[in-house]
């Protein structure tokens, strides 16, 4: 089923949202791109100002995060916002980070209970709901503009692992479901917030929330056969992780970081 954005709707719910310094204050909607990452680049490339969002009923070349493939047919949200930066490019994954606590926050404040599955995962009961991919321009090592697309399983059918919002309201005893045009002013509205919470409260307390909806805090992981315990994420995105140490002797801290990329932690069910 083809997903339609009525715009007068989506308007009405931009304008509800709060007022977080309105990073995204227009819209731009197309029926099938490439790619909505794509499609901001070149909205930004034709002189368009930083500050706005793109959003496609399809996508025929759909990106995901590590050069995967981001399936999108018709029925599912794609979006993505593009904006001015001044990180550090070290600290770009930021971006990520911080999308993924505000939208996560966002939808929790609406009754749907989203978690977080590091680093770039939104989860709902165990599920992947969606993802996040930030691409970013860079300038003598600062980030000057950055991409951040977001794909959302609407009503679109998913692999195993996933879920869509339109089979997990159906299911809900909660009459009050959001439409396609709430979870999209939604989705840009956490995006927001999750940017302001980065640049005026800083990334520390950004990491704190963030943690606390990470669905990952306690699990186990392997790394080289050693048994770990996955305990929070640094600021540059990586993986924190308490490793069980053989040796009671051992006077070296027993923890190690993990990059984005370099740890696959499969999906589990959240309580
Ligand atoms: C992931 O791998 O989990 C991230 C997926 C991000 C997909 C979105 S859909 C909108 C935007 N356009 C793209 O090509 N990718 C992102």
């Known amino acids: 089923m083809a997903v339609e954005f009525n715009r007068q709707k989506l308007e009405l719910a931009l304008e509800e949202r709060q007022n977080y310094t309105n990073i995204f204050s227009s819209i731009h909607i197309f029926d099938t791109v490439s790619s909505t990452n794509t499609t901001a680049w070149e909205l930004l490339k034709a002189g368009i100002k930083p500050g706005f969002a793109v959003i496609a009923t399809t996508q025929t070349s759909g990106r995901g995060q590590w050069g995967r493939e981001w399936d999108s047919p018709k029925g599912g949200l794609y979006l993505s916002v593009a904006l001015n930066s001044h990180l550090e490019v070290n600290h770009g994954y930021q971006l990520t980070l911080a999308s993924a606590w505000g939208i996560a926050q966002e939808l929790r404040d609406n009754g749907i209970s989203v978690g977080i599955k590091w680093p770039n995962d939104l989860v709902l009961d165990g599920y992947k709901l969606g993802g996040i991919l930030t691409e970013t321009k860079v300038k003598q090592a600062l980030i000057t503009q ?4 977001v794909g959302i399983n609407w009503e679109n059918s998913t692999p195993k692992t996933g879920i ?14 959001i439409s396609l045009e709430k979870l999209t002013a939604k989705i840009i509205q956490g995006i927001e917030s999750g940017i302001h919470c980065l640049e005026r409260e800083g990334v520390d307390i950004l990491l704190s929330r963030y943690v606390r909806l990470l669905v990952n805090i306690g699990q186990k992981v392997y790394v080289n056969n050693n048994r770990g315990t996955i305990v929070g994420v640094n600021p540059s995105g990586s993986l924190h992780v308490r490793m069980e140490s053989s040796n009671s002797e051992s006077v070296t801290t027993p923890y190690i970081d993990l990059k984005p990329g370099t740890i696959s932690l499969g999906y589990r069910k959240t309580s």
């Open 146 to 149: 950055a991409v951040i697309g």
């Open 164 to 177: 869509n919002l339109q089979s997990w309201q159906k299911n809900q005893n909660n009459l009050n479901f």
